[in-house]
């Protein structure tokens, strides 16, 4: 009877050892199986020796190219001149001459004065200028008569000087009715509207038959002279030095204006000149440039990004912007080698132009940089190109030997400028 309670007892004891069997495997293949993933993450991100994984990246050849020296700035668009047509009468609009938004030339006639009564007015003067003329030549018969009758001793002396006063007063009367017919023939021409300047006509602000003066505010049009045209930008002050040595020399400025985006070239023009002081607020300059503006691009009062162009630096070593990197120690780039490793190689940049930037140090033309997946290098990775299966499909291969960076697809960060390596 008591060997039943020591068979289930026993029972128990082999059920105890099992589970402790079985839970001790499983830790020790949890354990192993964490440690395998950790090395294997040291290989694939910076862990050196044999068996390291191969990192995708993007490569680009350092070129040599001509990189010019430019300044950046934000500007106005300016007109040349800008002109509100007045009148210089008053009196009803008859006809407007010109279409709105219209491209006019200096002297086309924009609008027209009802010019009758300014017609009316001409005709008047001329018919006083016309009495007084016949007055005069009268008076200047009888002045010839008083003379003779005063050397026969006819007449008193003082008649023949009161009839030459007469002949005096008349030609001044004249004079006068002279300058009446001048203003009042000037008053018919300003009755018909001219242009002042070549430029572009703005939206109406009369119509036929409203009455206009000469102190409206407004006018009867608005002109705007856009070709050429400037625009108006500021520089940093400490910039001044450089551009009036340039000048000095007699080169010239060329100088782009960009739309917003700074992907479209509005114009191409040249540097004009600077102002001349300084604002101590802001530590900037004013600065002007002109542009022939003949296909009519740059509108007046527009915001445009505008890039001064100093001087050229020829023959540079050039790289993308995206290959380069920032480190604690200063700039460097992921130089790829013969043996499909990438090396960390210290740089000094130069002039940067577009996506370009220029290499003055530590870079010899034809070395091949990393431009994409440089995060996920360090000092000796294995790297290939993002389109370069690994050989039999075993990761951390080296594309073949032939390969080159034309032979995957040179992609850019477009996100912005490069990114920072930790």
């Known amino acids: 009877m008591n060997e039943t309670p020591r068979k289930t007892r026993g029972g128990r004891t082999r059920s105890v050892a099992i589970v402790t069997v079985v839970l001790a495997l499983l830790a020790a293949t949890g354990w192993y199986l964490s440690q395998r993933n950790?090395?294997?993450?040291?290989?694939?991100?910076?862990?050196?020796?044999?068996?390291?994984?191969?990192?995708?990246?993007?490569?680009?050849?350092?070129?040599?190219?001509?990189?010019?020296?430019?300044?950046?700035?934000?500007?106005?668009?300016?007109?040349?001149?800008?002109?509100?047509?007045?009148?210089?009468?008053?009196?009803?609009v008859s006809e407007i001459l010109y279409r709105e938004g219209g491209a006019v030339k200096r002297g086309d006639a924009l609008a027209q004065i009802d010019p009758r009564p300014f017609e009316l007015a001409l005709e008047q003067a001329n018919g006083q200028l016309d009495r007084d003329d016949a007055q005069l030549a009268n008076a200047k018969l009888v002045l010839d008569r008083d003379k003779r009758l005063l050397e026969q001793k006819l007449i008193a002396q003082q008649d023949v000087d009161t009839q030459a006063a007469t002949v005096k007063q008349l030609e001044g009367?004249?004079?006068?009715?002279r300058a009446a017919v001048s203003t009042a023939r000037l008053n018919l021409s300003y009755s018909r509207i001219t242009a002042p300047i070549?430029?572009?006509?703005?939206?109406?602000?009369?119509?036929?038959?409203?009455?206009?003066?000469?102190?409206?505010?407004?006018?009867?049009?608005?002109?705007?002279?856009?070709?050429?045209?400037?625009?108006?930008?500021?520089l940093p002050a400490d910039t001044v030095t450089r551009i009036q040595q340039r000048e000095h020399d007699g080169a010239d400025l060329p100088t782009t204006v960009l739309d917003r985006t700074r992907t479209l070239a509005l114009g191409r023009g040249t540097f004009l000149?600077?102002?001349?002081?300084?604002d101590p607020q802001t530590g900037t300059i004013r600065a002007k440039a002109r542009f022939a503006n003949d296909d009519g691009a740059l509108f007046p009062n527009q915001f445009v990004n505008v890039q001064l162009t100093l001087d050229v630096v020829h023959d540079a070593i050039t790289i993308p912007a995206a290959a380069l990197r920032h480190g604690p120690q200063g700039d460097y780039v992921y130089v790829v080698a013969e043996d499909r490793t990438a090396r960390i190689r210290p740089v000094s940049v130069g002039p940067a132009a577009d996506d370009?930037?220029?290499?003055?140090?530590?870079?010899?033309a034809g070395e091949r940089v990393v431009t994409e997946g440089g995060d996920r290098l360090t000092d000796g990775t294995r790297v290939r190109l993002?389109?370069?299966?690994?050989?039999?499909?075993?990761?951390?291969?080296?594309?073949?030997?032939?390969d080159s960076p034309a032979n995957g697809p040179q992609r850019r960060n477009r996100g912005g400028p490069p990114r920072t390596s930790g």
Do not use: C, H, M, Y
């Open 38 to 92: 950790a090395r294997a993450a040291v290989q694939g991100f910076g862990g050196g020796g044999r068996g390291r994984a191969t990192a995708t990246v993007a490569l680009a050849a350092a070129t040599i190219a001509d990189i010019p020296v430019r300044l950046e700035a934000l500007g106005t668009v300016t007109p040349l001149a800008t002109a509100t047509v007045r009148p210089q009468v008053s009196g009803i």
């Open 273 to 278: 000149t600077l102002d001349n002081r300084i």
């Open 198 to 234: 070549d430029g572009r006509v703005g939206l109406r602000p009369v119509d036929v038959g409203n009455f206009v003066a000469t102190s409206d505010p407004n006018g009867v049009a608005t002109l705007t002279q856009v070709a050429p045209i400037d625009v108006v930008f500021t």
């Open 173 to 177: 009367a004249l004079s006068s009715d």
């Open 386 to 402: 993002a389109d370069s299966p690994a050989p039999g499909g075993a990761p951390g291969a080296a594309p073949p030997s032939g």
């Open 356 to 364: 370009q930037l220029s290499i003055t140090k530590g870079l010899e």
